[in-house]
């Protein structure tokens, strides 16, 4: 199964500047997915993450808000421009692998920001 | 991508059996059913996956009538550390499923 570190785990951030979250696959993946989980929500995908093209934004967000960068099979990063108090939530990197016939999603531990 | 339907919230106690049920009437043939567990302060984990009829693996059993519209996802003798949100989700899961969470049920479990 694949094993998803995050950077960092939690950060608080002063509004109108920017964050940038990185995530690590220990395998080689085609598609890194990220997320956005608000506090007592359920996740919302924001974009997938494909090695050598450019990131799919789901719908509501757009790129000049959240760049991706994707240089390899096993890294991406996320980043969280000119952010707001609304901005405060956990963001969390997925990859998907078949595993014993069924197709798994595996996450990162998240990381927690606060924007104040 | 189906849209599902599950109970917000459950409340069990400790040794017995839950079952979670999930609708989805809009189902596609090719869409397949997984369930995903997620504990407060970590990302969701995997439980089980099925297209239809029974699957149980050593956490859980899965249960899809023949009819694919809806699915139940049973917890044998659940323990205080089984309360968490279980998530049910449907799709194609062939050349990159992108997986979409719906609102999730927040299971309670009390002594």
């Known amino acids: 199964s694949a094993v998803i570190s995050q950077k960092p785990s939690r950060d608080i951030c002063q509004r109108g500047t920017s964050l940038t979250i990185q995530c690590q696959v220990d395998?080689?993946?085609?598609?890194m997915f990220w997320y956005r989980q608000q506090p007592g929500q359920s996740l919302t995908l924001i974009a997938t993450?494909?090695?050598?093209?450019?990131?799919?934004?789901e719908s509501g967000f757009v790129i000049d808000k959240f760049p991706i960068s994707r240089p390899n099979l096993t890294f991406s990063t996320l980043t969280v421009s000119n952010m707001s108090p609304e901005d405060s939530s956990i963001y969390l990197c997925?990859?998907?692998?078949?595993?014993?016939?069924?197709?798994?999603?595996?996450f990162g531990q998240g990381t927690r920001l606060t924007v104040v | 991508l189906a849209k599902t339907t599950q109970p917000i919230s459950m409340d069990s106690y400790e040794g017995q059996e839950v079952n979670i049920t999930c609708s989805h009437n809009?189902?596609?043939?090719?869409?397949?059913i997984t369930w995903y567990q997620q504990f407060p302060s970590q990302g969701p984990r995997f439980i089980i996956q099925?297209?239809?009829t029974k699957v149980t693996n050593e956490v859980a059993s899965l249960f899809i009538p023949a009819d694919r519209k809806s699915s139940t996802l049973s917890l044998p003798r659940v323990s205080l550390s089984d309360t968490a949100v279980y998530y049910c989700?449907?799709?194609?899961?062939?050349?990159?499923?992108?997986?979409?969470f719906g609102a999730g049920t927040r299971l309670f479990v009390k002594a």
């Open positions: 997925s990859v998907e692998e078949g595993m014993d016939r069924n197709t798994e999603a595996f």
């Open positions: 395998s080689q993946v085609t598609m």
């Open positions: 993450a494909n090695q050598g093209s450019e990131a799919t934004y």
């Open positions: 809009n189902i596609a043939t090719n869409d397949y």
């Open positions: 099925g297209y239809k």
């Open positions: 989700l449907v799709g194609d899961i062939t050349g990159g499923f992108k997986t979409i």
